[in-house]
């Protein structure tokens, strides 16, 4: 079976990330039914927001660990901590569908031109960001899973990494001004 995502790695690369917008179109736009999801406290469901800006912190501290810990060749904990970010991130995006196929997308609260200059710019760049990452996570994440350690250099696994890396953070950073703008400062 390894053999055999190794050496599909690009595809299978294209295919995930299709299927994983697949699943966030589908719950954003609430075609997943309501009916097909357990039903959490509404405790639960106001919590999630705070709950996934925690662990977007918690994201960005891992990554950019990752990224030290590679600098200084620490192979083994570069692994940890990106599969640590990779886990983060699906913890994430399984509370954030949860929320949003249960309630809609969250509505903006604050004044029409904070609306139109910077919630809804930010939320482009965000949504745009999150969207273009998936392919490099996903490429570097399966190279790394495929491979031996020692194969890594003569693969696009690190330069992939620091685009999928560069953009993931700042996805991240965004999303957190995303979070302040919907549920701290309006």
Known sequence: MQTRVEDHVPLLTGVLSIVSLAVVF?????????DALPTAPDAVLEAIPTLNAVVSLAAIGTIAAGIRA????????HRTLMLTSFGLFVAFLAMYLYRVSLLGPSSFAGPGVVERFVY?????????????SLPPVYYAL????????????????????????????????LG?????LLHVLF
């Open 26 to 34: 589908a719950a954003a736009l609430q075609v997943v039914p309501t």
């Open 70 to 77: 590679i600098r200084r060749g620490d192979v083994d904990r």
């Open 120 to 132: 809804y710019p930010v939320l482009a760049i965000h949504i745009l960001l999150a969207i273009a």
């Open 142 to 173: 399966l190279l790394a899973l495929t491979r031996p350690v020692g194969e890594l250099p003569s693969t696009n696994h690190a330069r992939v990494g620091r685009i999928a890396a560069s953009l993931w953070l700042i996805s991240f950073a």
């Open 176 to 180: 957190i001004v995303v979070y302040l």
